[in-house]
């Protein structure tokens, strides 16, 4: 298990980073996001070595990462960090040797890895001479050829066009479900979503939640929240313990949708029973709120005690 324990770091005036704790399983996908600025970058440069805590610490099986595990965690920054000038097939074995690899096994590390991220044909190619989306692809490659027992990655998923999302997205899966913890951050929540078993949001240099998608749907909502489409706008008006938190009109019919949130106890038959006593009832459905939602709602909550 990778720990992040109790972490702080400041900058001058500024606390980059207050008091975060967080754990990532093996064989777990965690997604980390935030604003910019919220402290993701600061978080896994910590991990890695490049910056220090001012207090608390980063654990890997229960022992402090030093030097020598540091070789065994796969990084890929935000920023590229790869030789522009340098081959790629070069580049990516001369890496390999940095972690230990014989030049037998770095060149077969490469060759697995090029053709499996779907840069093999670019292997004597200058990386500045590489499209955005290949050079990010190599940068994965980097971070993969050594074998790594943890892997950090910050936004790697940017620039990427789709075809190449879903590629990484699977070899992030694979490595997963061999054993290996994968923390990555991004912007993009609906990725997110899709393919991480827990989320840890983070503001202002502090986690304000940390869970699976349920538990942060769990902490979001106050009761059931329903979506209604088909009867007009105002039906639900003055119904006894039940909200209205959105409507609109759907068509020159006058059908609309109305979102409700119902207090804990309240019985759906009733409302389902008001709708259609108001109009044709099209979709009655329960609403659960995309990652985006969540995230901004969580935000704006505050830290509370998630299980993290």
């Not at 001058?12 to 997604?31: I, K, N, W, Y």
């Not at 608390?56 to 099986?61: A, Q, T």
């Not at 912007?187 to 240099?205: N, P």
Request: aromatic share 4%; hydrophobic share 45%; with cysteine.
């Amino acid at each position: 298990m990778l720990e992040i324990a109790r972490i702080s770091k400041r900058f001058a005036a500024r606390q980059a980073l207050d008091d975060v704790s967080f754990t990532v399983e093996p064989g777990e996908v965690f997604g980390f996001v935030g604003s910019n600025g919220a402290g993701k970058t600061t978080t896994m440069r910590i991990v890695l070595g490049v910056l220090s805590a001012d207090t608390g610490e980063v654990r890997w099986k229960g022992r402090p990462v030093d030097a020598d595990l540091r070789r065994r965690i796969g990084y890929m920054p935000e920023e590229r960090g790869l030789y522009p000038r340098m081959r790629v097939g070069e580049q990516l074995r001369y890496l390999a040797r940095l972690h230990g690899l014989s030049s037998a096994d770095a060149g077969a590390a490469v060759a697995r890895w090029t053709e499996r991220l779907g840069v093999d044909a670019r292997l004597g190619d200058e990386v500045q001479k590489l499209s955005l989306g290949n050079q990010q692809r190599v940068q994965l490659c980097a971070a993969l050829v050594h074998d790594p027992e943890v892997l950090v990655l910050d936004e790697p998923f940017s620039g990427l066009d789709p075809t190449a999302v879903e590629v990484m997205s699977s070899v992030l899966r694979d490595k997963a479900d061999a054993g290996v913890p994968v923390i990555f951050s991004s912007h993009q929540l609906e990725l997110v979503e899709r393919l991480c078993d827990r989320i840890g949001v983070i503001a202002g240099g502090r986690m304000v939640a940390v869970g699976t998608v349920a538990d942060l749907r769990e902490r979001a909502a106050s009761g059931v929240v329903l979506d209604v489409e088909g009867p007009p706008v105002g039906w639900a008006a003055g119904l006894p313990r039940v909200e209205v938190l959105h409507e609109e009109v759907l068509g020159d019919d006058g059908a609309a949708r109305t979102r409700v949130r119902l207090t804990p106890g309240t019985d759906d038959q009733e409302v389902l029973r008001a709708a259609l006593a108001a109009g044709p009832v099209h979709e009655f459905h329960r609403w659960r709120p995309p990652l985006t939602e969540l995230y901004r709602d969580v935000v704006q909550a505050g830290p509370a005690e998630v299980a993290a």
